[in-house]
């Protein structure tokens, strides 16, 4: 089985976070479900070097990295992927989606009316029982 390692951003500015909606795709588990931005790490960087990279590349966003904030390993139909995600800030929201379709900033009470890939979920879960 294909394994997957990915960092993602759980970006706050002030009370709101950003969820990022992918695109159309062939695998109908990930296809338009909204996701924390980052991606796949490449050889020799950091896990935080790999995330503001990506997060730069995706949204043209330079942020802050505060944290670790949970790692999960998810087994999807085709591939286990293992999370890593980090807590991080920016002080504005001003940003450009270059593969994302949608973006919204909600507070943690908003996150769970979104459809999320299922990895997502148990980060969501965990900024929701944290408030
Ligand atoms: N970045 C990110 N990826 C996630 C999240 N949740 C989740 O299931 N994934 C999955 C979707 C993808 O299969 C994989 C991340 O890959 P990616 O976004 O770097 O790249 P991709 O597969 O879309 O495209 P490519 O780089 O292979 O061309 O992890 C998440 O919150 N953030």
Redesign the pocket.
């Known amino acids: 089985m294909k394994k ?1 390692e ?3 951003g759980v970006i706050f500015c002030q009370d709101q976070v950003l969820c ?1 909606q ?1 695109p159309k ?1 062939k ?1 109908n ?2 296809s338009e ?8 790490i490449e050889e020799g960087e950091t896990k935080e070097e790999a995330l503001h990279r ?1 997060l730069l590349e ?1 949204l043209n966003l330079s942020t802050k990295i505060k944290s670790f904030y949970l790692t ?1 390993v ?1 087994q ?1 139909p085709d ?1 286990e ?1 293992t ?1 890593h ?1 980090f807590t991080c800030e920016v002080e504005s929201k001003e940003l450009t989606l270059h ?1 994302h379709i949608d973006q919204k900033w909600l507070t943690i009470n908003e996150l769970t009316v979104l459809d ?5 979920i148990p ?1 969501v879960d965990k900024l929701v029982s944290n408030g």
């Open positions: 997957v990915v960092v993602a990022v992918r795709n695998f588990y990930i479900k909204f996701e924390f931005p980052g991606g796949k990506e995706e999960v998810h999807y591939f992927l999370m995600s593969e999320w890939a299922a990895a997502d980060i």
